[in-house]
C-alpha cells in the first residue's frame, strides 16, 4: 500500500511540478520536496510538447511514450545505443553533469543498484551531459567517472544536444533528471534530483518487485 500511495504522489508532483524542482520523499504519511538539485539555467519546457524532430522513430518523452532512441560512447570507448539496451529489460535513465553534486551522490550508489536489480532484468544508464567544466564529456570523464564510483554499468558521454532546450527530445529541468523505462521501452515516470530510497523503490516499482 505504502508503495502504491509513494508512486502515484511522485508521479502527481513530477507532471504538475509541485513546488519545483526536486526530491520526493516519504516521512511520517506525507510526500515533501527536498531542495536537492542543481537548477539547470535553462529556460522551463512544456514536457507534454517534446520536440522530437532530430530523430527518425516517432517517440516521446511523455509519460508512457516509446523512449527517445540514441547512440552514444561508453566508458570502455565503444558505441552503445539506448534500444539494445532496453532489449535487455527495464532501464533507469539518469542524465548527470560531472559538476553537479546530487549527479556525483546518484553515481556513487549506481552500481549498487545495478548489482541488486540487475538479475530482474534492469540496467542502470549514466548520461553524462557535461564535464566538470561544463563541457562536453570525452572518453577520459567518462573512464574517471567509472572508476570514481567503481561503475560497470555503461557511462555514456551525451551532450546539450539530447535535451529540449537544444531541440532535442529528453526534458531536463534540474540535475540529476531520472527516467524509469519499462522492458517494453515505455517510460513509466520520471523524476529531477536525487534521494537514494526513492530511486531504489521507484526500480522496485518498475520492475514489479
Known amino acids: 500500500m505504502l508503495r502504491s ?6 508521479l502527481l508532483l513530477a507532471a504538475c511540478g509541485g513546488e519545483g ?4 520523499v516519504y516521512d511520517e504519511g506525507e510526500i515533501s520536496v527536498v531542495e536537492d538539485t542543481v537548477d539547470t539555467g535553462l529556460d522551463t519546457v512544456d514536457i507534454t510538447e517534446p520536440n522530437t524532430s532530430w530523430i527518425e522513430e516517432d517517440c ?4 508512457y511514450g516509446p523512449i527517445c532512441d540514441f547512440t552514444l560512447m561508453n566508458q570502455y570507448g565503444e558505441n552503445v545505443t ?3 539496451i532496453a532489449a535487455n529489460g527495464a532501464i533507469l535513465l539518469d542524465f548527470s553533469a560531472m559538476w553537479c553534486g546530487p549527479c556525483n551522490s546518484a553515481g556513487a550508489t549506481s552500481q549498487a543498484l545495478q548489482d541488486k536489480y540487475e538479475p530482474y532484468g534492469f540496467t542502470y544508464v549514466t548520461v553524462l551531459i557535461e ?3 561544463s563541457n562536453e564529456p570525452d572518453l577520459e570523464d567518462l573512464e574517471e567517472w567509472a572508476t570514481d564510483y567503481g561503475v560497470t554499468a555503461p557511462v555514456l558521454a551525451g551532450s546539450r544536444d539530447l535535451l529540449q532546450s537544444s531541440d532535442g527530445p529528453y526534458y531536463l529541468d534540474a540535475w540529476p533528471m531520472f527516467y524509469y523505462i519499462d522492458s517494453s521501452g515505455i517510460i513509466q515516470y ?3 534530483g536525487y534521494n537514494e530510497e526513492l530511486v531504489d523503490n521507484n526500480v522496485s516499482v518498475l520492475l514489479g518487485l
Do not use: R, W
Request: hydrophobic share 35%.
Open 5 to 10: 500511495v509513494l508512486l502515484g504522489c511522485v
Open 190 to 192: 520520471y523524476h529531477a
Open 21 to 24: 524542482p526536486g526530491d520526493f
Open 60 to 63: 516521446s518523452t511523455e509519460l
Open 82 to 84: 539506448l534500444s539494445d
Open 131 to 133: 564535464d566538470s567544466y
